[in-house]
């Protein structure tokens, strides 16, 4: 029996990225939806349920993809509604990862927890109002650590941490002066922003004793953290524990791989930025 799954983005174009991926981690069809809208949902939902017997469903499933959590929530809010309208044996699973950013985020967070205790920590995310930084600064939220989301934008940076949690604040890096500032008492930093664009010089962070870990997502030079490679997997720099975008993005695909074979093997599965970030021990483990 093929293995199907319905990729369903709101953008105008469905991730290639998240397209091959599928078929790699074992999907023999990938159907791809563009421009969804919660309202094209539910007949998408009961084309993937109605088709097989109840004992062949789990090889289907529905995959949300996207640039904006949001809307990738939205659109997987509406087909866990209609799914849950339906007799259990008739549901498939179903999960999102919106840019990528519940898989980067997760394998940010795990790289971080390898290196130091996160709960109670102060940790600070540069250009965390994307999706991945977003992602980033909820799991650690949600481990216990104190988090900082910055922005080039105050109320941007403010209205990020609000809807993230009560717990989460925002604060707005336009220069060299605040950038100092909102990592002095940092613990970890995140460096979250767009491929290709230093957001801390090493001068800042070599003069802020307190920081233990240093994590970068970008992959493009220049890259987020000056003196922070891609291949750095834990490797020591002035003391100074750092995690580089290839090393995360391997753990990444580990992730995003192990999260679609898991989707076809039982049925019930939810795959959120939890349930994802929750798949991260065994990854380390292989
Ligand atoms: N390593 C991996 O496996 C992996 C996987 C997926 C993604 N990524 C990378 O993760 C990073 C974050 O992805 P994303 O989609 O969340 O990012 P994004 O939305 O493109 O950018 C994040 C934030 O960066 C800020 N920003 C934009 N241009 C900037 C500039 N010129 N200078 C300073 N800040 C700027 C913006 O915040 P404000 O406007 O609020 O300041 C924006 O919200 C990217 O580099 C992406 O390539 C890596």
């Given at each position: 029996?093929?293995?199907?799954l319905?990729?369903?983005?709101p953008?105008?174009?469905c991730?290639?990225?998240?397209i ?10 990938v ?8 309202g ?9 349920c109605f ?7 789990r090889n289907s499933c ?19 509604r209609?799914?849950n ?6 549901r498939?699973?179903?999960?999102l990862d ?5 898989t ?15 709960e ?8 965390g109002t994307?999706?991945?930084g977003?992602?980033t600064a909820?799991l650690?939220a949600?481990?216990?650590a104190?988090v900082l989301v ?8 403010e209205?990020?941490?609000k809807a993230?949690?009560?717990k989460v604040?925002g ?10 500032s ?9 460096s979250?922003g767009p491929p290709a664009?230093e ?6 962070w ?6 233990k870990?240093?994590?970068d997502i970008?992959?493009?030079p ?6 922070v490679k ?15 975008a290839?090393?995360?993005g ?5 992730l ?12 019930g599965?939810?795959?959120?930025l ?6 991260h021990e ?5």
């Amino acid at each position: 029996m093929k293995k199907v799954l319905a990729y369903l983005s709101p953008e105008r174009h469905c991730s290639l990225f998240d397209i091959i991926v599928a078929h790699d981690a074992g999907a023999d069809v990938v159907i791809p939806y563009s421009n969804v809208c919660p309202g094209d949902v539910k007949d998408i939902v009961y084309g993937c349920c109605f088709t097989r017997h109840p004992r062949d469903l789990r090889n289907s499933c529905i995959f949300v993809g996207g640039y904006s959590i949001e809307k990738a929530e939205e659109l997987a809010s509406e087909a866990l509604r209609v799914l849950n309208g339906l007799p259990k044996e008739l549901r498939v699973n179903i999960a999102l990862d919106p840019n990528g950013a519940y898989t980067t985020a997760s394998a940010c967070v795990a790289k971080i927890r390898s290196a130091i205790k996160v709960e109670n920590a102060n940790t600070v995310v540069l250009a965390g109002t994307g999706p991945v930084g977003c992602s980033t600064a909820r799991l650690l939220a949600d481990l216990g650590a104190n988090v900082l989301v910055s922005s080039r934008n105050l109320e941007r940076a403010e209205r990020t941490a609000k809807a993230i949690s009560k717990k989460v604040y925002g604060t707005v890096v336009d220069g060299e002066q605040t950038l100092a500032s909102a990592v002095r008492n940092a613990d970890v930093v995140v460096s979250a922003g767009p491929p290709a664009v230093e957001l801390l010089p090493r001068k800042i962070w070599a003069n802020c004793g307190k920081i233990k870990v240093l994590t970068d997502i970008n992959v493009v030079p220049p890259y987020g953290i000056e003196g922070v490679k891609p291949k750095d997997d834990g490797t020591l720099l002035e003391g100074r524990k750092c995690y580089g975008a290839l090393a995360i993005g391997v753990l990444k695909m580990k992730l995003h791989q192990m999260m679609i074979k898991q989707m076809f093997k039982e049925k019930g599965s939810l795959f959120n930025l939890k349930e994802t970030y929750g798949l991260h021990e065994s990854c380390l483990l292989r």
